[in-house]
C-alpha cells in the first residue's frame, strides 16, 4: 500500500509570567492512500471443489482537509491551580474501491464502490487543583461532542448504498485524592461519565440501536520504595466505547464469498484492572490483570437466502481474562541506547466454533529489542525489532511474526521550531485465523514503506 501524507502546524505559547501561561496551534493537512491488492480465493461444497477466482483490486483513500486546533491556558490563583483545554477537529474523507473478478470458467465481474465520510469533534477538558494536608485534590469536567457522517455507494443491489450519521455526546466529572504518607504515596478517584449516542440510518433514527450510559469508575493506587527498588500497585476501572467504524452498519464488498459490516447493537467493553509494577536501577518487572466484560470480538454469519455468501461483523463476547507478564531493561554505552523487554500474555476465553466450544487459551510470547544510537549533528538513528510467538488473542490465531522497524531522526532549531525527517522501514509476515462459524486465515506481509513527514 502507499501511503502519502503532507502536514502543516503553527501556533504560539505564551508565558506571561511565573504563575500564567496560555498557548494555541491550529495544524491542517492531506493524506492518500492506494490500497492495492491481488488475492485468489478457492471454495469447497462437501470437501469436493467448488469455485477458484482471482480477483485484482485498486483502490484510493484521500482525507482532506484534516483541520484540528487546540486552545490552553495553564496557571495558578493563589494556591488553586487551573489546567484547561479546547480542541476542535474536522475532516473529510473519499474511498473508493475497483475490484475485478475472474472465476475459472473466465467470467468476470466488476464491483465498484465510494464512500464519502465527515467527521467532527470539539472537546474541553477543566482540572482544577488545591494542596490538601500532605497531598493535593483534584476536580474537573470533561465534554466531548462527535459526529460522523458516511455515504455508501456501490453497484451490488444485493448490497444496496447506504447512508449513515453517528452523533455522541459524553459529559464527565472527576475527583481524586492524593497524599504522601512517608515513604508510601497512595491517591484514589472517582469518575462518573453520562454518554448518549443516536445512530441515523438513512435519515431514519434507529431508536434500539441509540442508547444512553451512565456509569462510575473508581480507581486506586499505591506506590513505595523497598530498599532500593521502586514498587506501584493500581486499580482501574473505564469502558472501552466501539469506534464509529465498529457501530457502522454499512455492508461492504470483500469478495464473491465475503461481506463485512461493523455492529451498531454492540456495547461499550468494561474493563477492570489490576497492576503491579516494580524497578530495581535499570530494571523493571510488570504483571497485570484485565477482566473485559462484554469484549468485542470478530465473528461470520450465513448472509442471503442460501447463506453461501459470509458475513464478517463484530459482537459482544460475555467476558475475556488477560494476564500480563513482562521484564525488561535499558541501558547506555556510550553513544549506543539498547532497551529489551520479553513477556508473556495469556487469556482466557472459549467460543463457538462449528456449534461447539472452543478454547482460546494458548498463550503468546513477546520479545523486543529497541536501539537508539546518537549520531554526530545531533541525528538519531533507531533500529527496533519485535518477535511475537504463534498464540491466541480473541477468537483469533495468530501465527508466529517478526518485524524490523528502521528510523533516522534530525531536530532543526530546537528553540523556535522543529523539522522531523524520517525514514522508516518494516517488514512483517503473519497468518491471522479466525474462528467463529467458518474458519478463515489471512496471510498479511508488509512490504516497506517510507514516510517524510514535516512540521
Not at 64 to 71: L, R, T
Not at 72 to 98: A, Q
Not at 229 to 245: C, D, G, I, N, V
Not at 317 to 331: D, R, T
Request: proline share 3%; charged share 20%; aromatic share 12%.
Amino acid at each position: 500500500m502507499r501511503n502519502n501524507e503532507f502536514f502543516g502546524k503553527f501556533g504560539f505559547s505564551w508565558m506571561i509570567n511565573e504563575h500564567h501561561s496560555i498557548g494555541a496551534y491550529y495544524m491542517n493537512g492531506a493524506a492518500l492512500q492506494k490500497p492495492n491488492s491481488d488475492y485468489s480465493s478457492t471454495s469447497y461444497a462437501d470437501g469436493e471443489l467448488d469455485e477458484e477466482v482471482s480477483a485484482v483490486k485498486r483502490g484510493r483513500k484521500h482525507t482532506v482537509p484534516k483541520h484540528h486546533a487546540n486552545i490552553y491556558y495553564n496557571g495558578e490563583v493563589g494556591k488553586l491551580g487551573i489546567d484547561f483545554n479546547l480542541d476542535y477537529m474536522w475532516r473529510k474523507k473519499r474511498e473508493t474501491s475497483d475490484q475485478e473478478e475472474t472465476n475459472g470458467n473466465q467470467q468476470q465481474k466488476m464491483v465498484a464502490s465510494t464512500s464519502i465520510g465527515h467527521s467532527r469533534m470539539f472537546a474541553e477538558k477543566l482540572v482544577l487543583s488545591y494542596p490538601l494536608w500532605k497531598g493535593q485534590i483534584e476536580v474537573g469536567n470533561e465534554y466531548i461532542a462527535s459526529q460522523m457522517l458516511n455515504d455508501f455507494h456501490i453497484n451490488m443491489a444485493t448490497i444496496g448504498n447506504s447512508n449513515t450519521k453517528s452523533d455522541e455526546k459524553n459529559m464527565a466529572g472527576f475527583f481524586s485524592i492524593g497524599q504522601q504518607l512517608g515513604k508510601i504515596a497512595v491517591e484514589a478517584g472517582l469518575r462518573y461519565e453520562h454518554v448518549t449516542f443516536k445512530y441515523t440510518e438513512n435519515g431514519q433514527l434507529k431508536e434500539d440501536q441509540s442508547k444512553t450510559y451512565n456509569n462510575v469508575f473508581p480507581s486506586l493506587s499505591i506506590s513505595t520504595e523497598i530498599g532500593k527498588t521502586q514498587w506501584a500497585l493500581s486499580y482501574t476501572s473505564k469502558t472501552q466505547r466501539p469506534s464509529y467504524e465498529d457501530l457502522d452498519g454499512t455492508v461492504t464488498y470483500v469478495n464473491r464469498l465475503l461481506l463485512g459490516s461493523g455492529n451498531p447493537y454492540l456495547s461499550p467493553v468494561k474493563i477492570h484492572s489490576v497492576e503491579l509494577m516494580g524497578a530495581w536501577k535499570q530494571f523493571f518487572a510488570k504483571v497485570s490483570y484485565d477482566y473485559k466484560k462484554d469484549a468485542i470480538i470478530n465473528i461470520s454469519k450465513p448472509y442471503g437466502e442460501n447463506g453461501e455468501m459470509k458475513y464478517l461483523t463484530l459482537e459482544n463476547a460475555p467476558k475475556i481474562q488477560e494476564l500480563q507478564a513482562f521484564v525488561g531493561a535499558q541501558f547506555q554505552v556510550g553513544i549506543w541506547q539498547p532497551k529489551v523487554n520479553a513477556g508473556i500474555i495469556k487469556q482466557w476465553f472459549s467460543g463457538e466454533y462449528l456449534g461447539e466450544h472452543k478454547s482460546f487459551g494458548n498463550p503468546l510470547g513477546i520479545v523486543q529489542f529497541q536501539n537508539a544510537i546518537h549520531l554526530p549533528g545531533d541525528i538519531w538513528m533507531n533500529i527496533d525489532m519485535e518477535w511475537n510467538s504463534r498464540g491466541n488473542k480473541e477468537n483469533m490465531q495468530l501465527s508466529s511474526s517478526s518485524s524490523l522497524n528502521a528510523k533516522l531522526y534530525k531536530a532543526f532549531c530546537k528553540i523556535v521550531s522543529r523539522l522531523h525527517w524520517k525514514v522508516t522501514t518494516s517488514s512483517t509476515r503473519a497468518i491471522v485465523t479466525y474462528y467463529s462459524t467458518i474458519r478463515m486465515s489471512r496471510f498479511g506481509k508488509a512490504t516497506p514503506a517510507i514516510a517524510v513527514p514535516c512540521s
